[in-house]
């Protein structure tokens, strides 16, 4: 989640309070350029923020404000499954950091990921993203069918005479399946 403001230190963590969204940007802050001192005081609130009192609240909230609905109407589920959004959709990018901000410790910061699974799937989303940016060269997000080909074959899965975008699919969907175990859905339902 990239984002930017100029505020003071006070400012932002009154908007934290007030809204988890920040409150999810600022956990994953890091300093780029500026004054140190200004941003190791927000660094070290931060800290106290997420480790203080009230910090199951305020790990709620992060996860509350990364969480995604996965409730979808047939017709919403069919075409998910046919064009995933890799970023929003039920097991995408925004659950995969859902579920390294789950395993924050009190010092606020993301861990990196260790367990197996969600390394490959951090690598396989991010790869196939990149993949769908360049080929449709803008920002997108969604999978469409007329890219899957395009991905498939960057991607090295394409065999001659053999359908790929079956087979890119069904890696996401094993991808998807691990992201969305580690942050404790059992199952996205389909009705296909």
Not at 69 to 74: K, V
Not at 120 to 145: N, P, T, V, Y
């Amino acid at each position: 989640m990239v984002d930017h403001a100029a505020r003071s230190v006070s400012e932002c963590l009154e908007l934290a309070k007030d809204d988890a969204t920040v409150l999810a940007g600022l956990v994953d802050r890091r300093f780029l350029w500026g004054g140190f001192g200004l941003f190791g005081s927000l660094d070290s609130d931060m800290t106290a923020l997420l480790s203080g009192p009230d910090a199951g609240r305020w790990r709620d909230a992060v996860g509350d404000a990364l969480a995604s609905a996965h409730r979808f109407a047939p017709r919403e589920m069919q075409a998910l499954e046919d064009e995933p959004d890799l970023k929003r959709g039920p097991g995408g990018l925004r659950d995969l950091q859902r579920a390294i901000w789950a395993n924050t410790p009190a010092s606020g910061r993301p861990m990196p990921l260790t367990q197996a699974s969600l390394i490959e799937a951090h690598r396989f989303l991010w790869l196939m993203r990149c993949h769908l940016h360049l080929l449709a060269g803008r920002a997108e997000d969604r999978l469409s069918l007329s890219l899957q080909p395009g991905i498939a074959c960057r991607l090295g899965l394409d065999a001659p005479h053999k359908s790929t975008e079956p087979l890119l699919l069904d890696i996401f969907r094993y991808h998807r399946r691990n992201v969305l175990a580690a942050v404790g859905v059992k199952s996205v339902r389909t009705s296909v």
